[in-house]
């Protein structure tokens, strides 16, 4: 009955009637958060001995959860990066080490070739900063990787907020915010061009009996003399399945919005409640329009963490059990890295509503209401999670499929407790009450590219930006 | 009988009483000499109908190699890489394009990751620029590597000479020779200090009980402010199973050997005749000595195509047939892209010793004696390959004896002319032979990592530059 409203809504959406010619099934994309290192969104969950965390360095680990992910009906698995650690005063704080708040951290890049190998559906979205990577090594990277996943990749673009990566790479200091993002709009420019814009899509002939492999005449030099980045030459990567892989974009700030709105094709929302959501969603797509694109073809995802058991009392009871394990000093380090606001230094009474920072404005709006002392309590425990859903696994599926009616989001991006455990429980429990809603396919579908699976086509559509640069017919 | 000799001259070599200590069991070093493209060595022969190197874009391609390579008893996989390609006047040569000279070309270094999920003992060098990688992404992507595999992995420092490499990444022009092996001398010490000095290597507790992931105490930032870098920070990666990996280098230059007699750990030396390369071997383990190193410190490989068959006559006619796919345009463009020099421009009876350029000397000396209709002749053909040895199994195995015996050189570096065919051709019938002789073990050593199998330990040497920037105990 709901999904009837649903999809009346949803078609409705905006007028377009293009939506009415949409040819791909919609289902609730199912995205894995997850990071190269020992703890996610909640700090001090690494200890727990149900979770294995402590194992992030071996591929087994990480080849065990992609095909638990592929088989389970995940659509892609997201690997969050960032070359930063808490600073606190300039300095690394001991609890930073100590309950290792992004610090280990490994290359999450480097794992993707091992889990394409052993996967067959699944995609996998990872973080690359326009900030810190060359653009044309990071577009041989993705070009190559698009390669040996069968075009199953997403960029997920970021510019970097991190004052501690600026003096790892020796850099002067933040450049300013909207800076960063016009750095990031050139930079996307550049790596389209040599993307799209190097070899037609049948330049390459791997003739052997003619002795011809690529056709001379099909392959261009890209030339691009900015602002801040030069480049000429031939791309050295042949066209791969995606070209330009699937572009994610989670920044929150209007520039963020503004880059997201002409780039992204799928945009990690952040946001905890129902009514910031649905704000989030409908000005992303308003805003996508602006751009000339089809509102639709950005599809979002919000941060969702579940437990399903067989009673509501017994999952608010995990819940209590898993975030027992939260530490709050790390969690007060791990915050003042993403919004530059240290909890502790706050007046316990003041109103959060008033701090205004460079980073994470996001962070900070969703405690406006709130006191600095609730918002300490509050993020200690919960960390960056957006929404959590606690029920028998029917409860969760309908709470998710409220969700979606009720703010029209495209996904999640879920985020576990305890690994595997978190997975298994939301694989066993809420998939199959998914598909019985049909917000999931009962079959997962055969493999193709990611971008296939979301828009239909490999290639980025004619309104994306990256399609202006192809050459060829 | 040779063997005696061989190793009675080896412990004799400088008169080092170290080397008498030497625990490890000297053998052969084989490694696979590859490029994440169409050719290798000799252009044109990706036209082969028996060569699988138009399947270079898939991992299974490079999955079932690394396999057969780890059963056949080689050591390592070398993924040799330039950012660069051919340039001729200015411009991408047609032919190119047309013959895939070094273009199209993936990054070997995502390679590794899904090679080492499917090998147990095969370690994998590869190639990553002091020129165009920042230090810091570098340092973490290696260490990273080395978790992944299980300390499987080696870097093989290149300054990058290629033209076509500065215009695609927006520089100025070529760096100057010696000046780019200083930047690369400051980028190793950077490197180390990050690898080697900021884990002590018991700052890991992952006490899951006593609630410690690291000791503060033992984790340090590094420092550096140097003529070219500058960094400040804690490294991300914990201390991974060889810490610094292999250090493996390439340049024939007098600033590159000197590099290399203070960094490197693995040589790969060019150079077609035996009076070339003892004189190259002596002269490395000579330099490393002036270093304070052990001269044994410094394996070297040299490169070597083989094709074993039932007589020589037989394997003659096999080289003559893989030859005959040699394209003479090709090879006269990627001769340029190495040395500088348009060997079509050349006055035919012209002397080849007269020439001397930035680029590949070793490529111009290779042809001293010749001239340059000659050298033409030859690089057309051969390619870049060094040795080339055809025979019985048993033939090439007593020529391969007798080259270490009278070069000291420690192991070979293999270019195939087809995929999968000679290496199945050498591991079929060459490496039982090498056994016969003792110049390879009888039964392949269990999973250790590289290192341990090169000099019998994990970490770089005590009298290796990354020694000096350790921490802790």
Chains 1, 2 share one sequence.
């Not at 095909?67 to 990066?81: K, P, S």
């Not at 480049?231 to 919005?257: L, M």
């Not at 969703?366 to 960390?383: E, I, P, T």
Request: overall charge negative.
């Amino acid at each position: 009955m709901w999904r009837r409203c649903f999809f009346a809504w949803l078609t409705g959406f905006g007028q377009h009637e293009r939506n009415q010619r949409e040819t791909v099934t919609r289902h609730l994309l199912l995205g894995a958060f997850e990071v190269n290192a020992l703890n996610i969104s909640s700090q001090g969950l690494w200890a727990r001995p149900d979770h294995d965390s402590t194992e992030y360095k071996h591929l087994s680990r990480w080849t065990r959860l992609a095909q638990m992910l592929d088989r389970g009906g995940f659509d892609f698995l997201f690997l969050a990066d960032t070359y930063g650690y808490p600073l606190l005063s300039g300095e690394v704080p001991a609890v930073a080490i100590e309950q290792a708040v992004d610090l280990p951290k490994n290359d999450p890049l480097l794992l993707i070739p091992a889990l394409a190998a052993v996967t067959e559906r699944l995609s996998f979205a990872v973080t690359s900063s326009t900030t810190y990577e060359e653009p044309f090594a990071n577009a041989r990277r993705f070009a190559t990787l698009d390669h040996l996943t069968g075009g199953r990749v997403a960029w997920n673009v970021v510019t970097s907020s991190s004052v501690a990566a600026t003096q790892l790479f020796g850099r002067d200091g933040l450049i300013a915010h909207d800076q960063r993002y016009e750095i990031a709009s050139e930079y996307m420019d550049l790596s389209y061009k040599l993307l799209e814009g190097s070899w037609e899509d049948d330049a390459v002939k791997a003739d052997k009996v003619g002795r011809v492999y690529a056709d001379p005449d099909k392959v261009h030099v890209v030339e691009h003399e900015g602002k801040y980045f030069k480049c000429k030459g031939v791309f050295c990567c042949e066209p791969s399945p995606q070209r330009t892989p699937v572009i994610f974009q989670a920044g929150a700030s209007k520039a963020g919005r503004g880059f997201a709105a002409r780039h992204a094709e799928v945009v990690f929302l952040q946001g905890s409640d129902t009514e910031s959501l649905r704000n989030q969603v409908t000005s992303i797509r308003q805003a996508a329009e602006e751009h000339g694109r089809d509102p639709r073809d950005i599809k979002t995802v919000v941060g969702l963490s579940a437990i399903a058991a067989d009673s509501r009392a017994e999952a608010e009871a995990q819940l209590e059990d898993y975030l027992s394990y939260a530490h709050q000093q790390a969690a007060r380090v791990y915050y003042a890295m993403m919004t530059g606001v240290d909890l502790a230094k706050l007046e316990a009474d003041g109103a959060m509503s008033e701090l205004r920072t460079e980073l994470g404005q996001t962070q900070l709006e969703r405690y406006a209401k709130k006191s600095a002392a609730d918002a300490y309590a509050d993020f200690s425990k919960r960390g960056l999670r957006e929404f959590i859903m606690l029920g028998t696994g029917g409860e969760i599926a309908e709470q998710l499929a409220e969700l979606v009616e009720e703010t029209d989001v495209d996904g999640i991006n879920f985020a576990p407790f305890a690994n595997p455990g978190s997975y298994e429980n939301f694989i066993d429990r809420v998939v199959p009450e998914l598909r019985d809603l049909e917000l999931l396919p009962t079959e997962p579908s055969g493999p193709k590219t990611f971008r296939e699976g979301l828009f239909g086509q490999a290639h980025a559509k004619k309104t994306h930006p990256a399609a202006q640069y192809r050459v060829g017919k």
